[in-house]
């Protein structure tokens, strides 16, 4: 294979024109013979650069409104002739097909497209068809190509002709290997696109890509790899978030933070969620994100240590001071003012994320989760229950104050990890219990954390005195609801679909509770 390889002939054609004008005036200033195609050939040549259209290069005209343009022996053979084997470089002069040194091609916008809702006969006629089987060519003959799909590549390129006279083995074959990731991603958002097009929810063969926005310093724990990878649906979030100041986000950083916000943004008032190992340990609304920081901080201080904290407001001042009196690794919210900005710049290591906006927890999506051999995908959770929807199953209906409480818990059940167990009482969580292979022992925790929370700001009546219970999947046996009870709950909420629902409902009725079924559970494995 054939290293430092100079640059005799290009080919550019670009939909992101970024850099290219520079670009093709370096490489005329090489001595290149510079071939492009429509708007790039115009650029370059508004700019006083030598250039020939493909058209004239071929001898064929572009046909079928520019359909056909490059899919031509010209173009291919000039691509995929082998500089190292005397039988190619005879045909290819016997042929007239002229060696192609370098190929700068970004394709059709078929994502962007698509992401503003075009039309289906505008989505169809953005799929490029020319420009990927020019990039595959040019990747399968990185040894005597260079192939350039970005516009920072043009950079990389650029730099290694200025100090070496020719690009690196190195090189095109780091460039041949994002070619081929950028046609497969490609393919994968078309596919994706045209199976729900045609209603294939789960399509005979799945594909998916993400483009890399950070290289993690480890995984969940020093001994792991990880990378951070976007998948371009820009659901707002940590995708989307802007750093303001602090650390570099960990692996566990962004897992816990996009537990966090995706929490939050179920509620409509001001709210706070504090989160420890992906579980929330406190959730509440408030009349401001002051309020509502007071109430989520006090279900659990001691968890709240070193947890993320996730707003569904603009931040300001006072909850600024208020989250910061604490060690917090992370604060994600839409927005925050300039004075709260200044507050948490105090804290120098505190990542600040900014979203600009919050995700919609009933939009449609797709979550995948690896398994042994491949992986699995469901449609997200995006399930919620209303008022009208549930059904009183005791001798007594809950109360206006205990129906707002126990649709809030139910809320914040969905994001506890199964199985959960969740105390509210005036729109904040006053005990959680998440994880336990029991139920029973799922109330059993949540009930001593509200005690313990109640000790820790000087009360002996622990903060689930009074409560509504929440429990994500039904109770299997009374012993559940008894525990609940016992802590002081005065209300449940719980799917319902028991075999032993008569059983739990005598329970609650002889606890003189109110008790609601959802008919929907919210497994959180």
């Given at each position: 294979?054939?290293?430092?390889?100079?640059?005799?002939?290009?080919?550019?054609?670009v939909?992101?024109?970024?850099?290219?004008?520079?670009?093709?005036?370096?490489?005329?200033?090489?001595?290149?013979?510079?071939?492009?195609?429509?708007?790039?050939?115009?650029a370059?040549?508004?700019?006083?650069?030598?250039?020939?259209?493909?058209?004239?290069?071929?001898?064929?005209?572009?046909?079928?409104d520019g359909?056909?343009?490059?899919?031509?022996?010209?173009?291919h053979?000039?691509?995929?002739?082998?500089?190292?084997?005397?039988?190619?470089?005879?045909?290819?002069?016997?042929?007239?097909?002229?060696?192609?040194?370098?190929?700068?091609?970004?394709?059709?916008?078929?994502?962007?497209?698509v992401?503003?809702?075009?039309?289906?006969?505008?989505?169809?006629?953005?799929?490029?068809?020319?420009?990927?089987?020019?990039?595959?060519?040019?990747?399968?003959?990185?040894?005597?190509?260079?192939?350039?799909?970005?516009?920072?590549?043009?950079?990389?390129?650029?730099?290694?002709?200025?100090?070496?006279?020719?690009?690196?083995?190195?090189?095109?074959?780091?460039?041949?290997?994002?070619?081929?990731?950028?046609?497969?991603?490609?393919?994968?958002?078309?596919?994706?696109?045209?199976?729900?097009?045609?209603?294939?929810?789960?399509?005979?063969?799945?594909?998916?890509?993400?483009?890399?926005?950070?290289?993690?310093r480890?995984?969940?724990?020093?001994?792991?790899?990880?990378?951070?990878?976007?998948?371009?649906?820009?659901?707002?979030?940590?995708?989307?978030?802007?750093?303001?100041?602090?650390?570099?986000?960990?692996?566990?950083?962004?897992?816990?933070?996009?537990?966090?916000?995706?929490?939050?943004?179920?509620?409509?008032?001001?709210?706070?969620?504090?989160?420890?190992?992906?579980?929330?340990?406190?959730?509440?609304?408030?009349?401001?994100?002051?309020?509502?920081?007071?109430?989520?901080?006090?279900?659990?201080?001691?968890?709240?240590?070193?947890?993320?904290?996730?707003?569904?407001?603009v931040?300001?001042?006072?909850?600024?001071?208020?989250?910061?009196?604490?060690?917090?690794?992370?604060?994600?919210?839409?927005?925050?003012?300039?004075?709260?900005?200044?507050?948490?710049a105090?804290?120098?290591?505190?990542?600040?994320?900014?979203?600009?906006?919050?995700?919609?927890?009933?939009?449609?999506?797709m979550?995948?989760?690896?398994?042994?051999?491949?992986?699995?995908?469901?449609?997200?959770?995006?399930?919620?229950?209303?008022?009208?929807?549930?059904?009183?199953?005791?001798?007594?209906?809950?109360?206006?104050?205990?129906?707002?409480?126990?649709?809030?818990?139910?809320?914040?059940?969905?994001?506890?990890?199964?199985?959960?167990?969740?105390?509210?009482?005036?729109?904040?969580?006053?005990?959680?219990?998440?994880?336990?292979?029991?139920?029973?022992?799922?109330?059993?925790?949540?009930?001593?954390?509200s005690?313990?929370?109640?000790?820790?700001?000087?009360?002996?009546?622990p903060?689930?005195?009074?409560?509504?219970?929440?429990?994500?999947?039904?109770?299997?046996?009374?012993?559940?609801?008894?525990?609940?009870?016992?802590?002081?709950?005065?209300?449940?909420?719980?799917?319902?679909?028991?075999?032993?629902?008569?059983?739990?409902?005598?329970?609650?009725?002889?606890?003189?509770?109110?008790?609601?079924?959802?008919?929907?559970?919210?497994?959180?494995?």
């Open positions: 294979m054939t290293d430092r390889l100079p640059i005799r002939r290009a080919l550019l054609s939909s992101d024109k970024t850099g290219i004008v520079d670009f093709a005036r370096m490489l005329a200033g090489m001595g290149a013979e510079i071939l492009s195609t429509g708007g790039t050939a115009q370059i040549r508004a700019a006083g650069i030598p250039v020939k259209d493909v058209s004239e290069h071929t001898g064929f005209p572009e046909v079928l359909r056909v343009k490059t899919l031509v022996p010209q173009v053979g000039g691509l995929l002739g082998r500089r190292d084997l005397s039988a190619h470089l005879q045909q290819m002069e016997q042929h007239g097909l002229a060696p192609i040194d370098l190929l700068a091609v970004n394709l059709y916008p078929f994502e962007a497209t992401a503003k809702g075009a039309e289906f006969d505008d989505c169809i006629e953005n799929i490029d068809i020319g420009g990927p089987a020019m990039i595959r060519s040019a990747a399968k003959n990185h040894a005597h190509v260079v192939v350039c799909t970005e516009p920072q590549h043009l950079l990389r390129v650029t730099e290694e002709l200025a100090t070496q006279g020719g690009t690196s083995l190195a090189l095109r074959r780091e460039l041949a290997a994002a070619a081929y990731a950028r046609t497969a991603s490609y393919d994968a958002a078309i596919g994706s696109w045209f199976a729900g097009q045609v209603g294939q929810e789960f399509p005979p063969r799945l594909a998916f890509a993400g483009q890399l926005a950070q290289t993690l480890y995984g969940e724990n020093p001994h792991q790899r990880a990378g951070f990878y976007l998948d371009g649906t820009g659901r707002p979030g940590i995708a989307t978030a802007r750093q303001a100041q602090g650390k570099e986000l960990s692996f566990n950083n962004l897992n816990d933070t996009d537990a966090a916000f995706d929490c939050v943004a179920e509620f409509e008032r001001p709210a706070i969620v504090i989160v420890k190992h992906a579980n929330p340990c406190g959730v509440a609304e408030g009349t401001d994100l002051a309020a509502a920081w007071d109430a989520a901080l006090r279900c659990d201080p001691v968890s709240a240590f070193g947890g993320i904290v996730a707003a569904n407001r931040l300001d001042a006072a909850a600024a001071e208020r989250i910061s009196a604490i060690f917090t690794e992370v604060v994600i919210a839409p927005d925050a003012d300039e004075a709260a900005r200044a507050i948490f105090r804290k120098k290591n505190l990542r600040l994320l900014l979203t600009g906006g919050l995700p919609d927890p009933a939009s449609p999506g979550v995948f989760r690896s398994v042994g051999g491949g992986f699995l995908a469901q449609s997200r959770d995006a399930g919620r229950v209303t008022e009208g929807a549930l059904k009183v199953v005791t001798q007594r209906a809950p109360t206006a104050q205990e129906m707002a409480d126990l649709l809030f818990a139910f809320r914040v059940c969905k994001h506890v990890k199964s199985n959960a167990i969740i105390y509210a009482r005036g729109g904040a969580t006053v005990g959680i219990g998440a994880g336990q292979m029991s139920r029973v022992d799922s109330a059993r925790i949540a009930a001593w954390k005690a313990e929370a109640a000790r820790a700001s000087g009360s002996d009546t903060l689930a005195q009074g409560s509504v219970v929440a429990s994500d999947a039904f109770f299997p046996f009374a012993d559940g609801l008894e525990a609940a009870a016992a802590a002081g709950a005065t209300a449940v909420i719980q799917p319902g679909g028991s075999m032993r629902d008569n059983e739990v409902i005598a329970a609650a009725d002889a606890a003189g509770l109110a008790m609601v079924f959802t008919g929907m559970r919210h497994f959180r494995h």
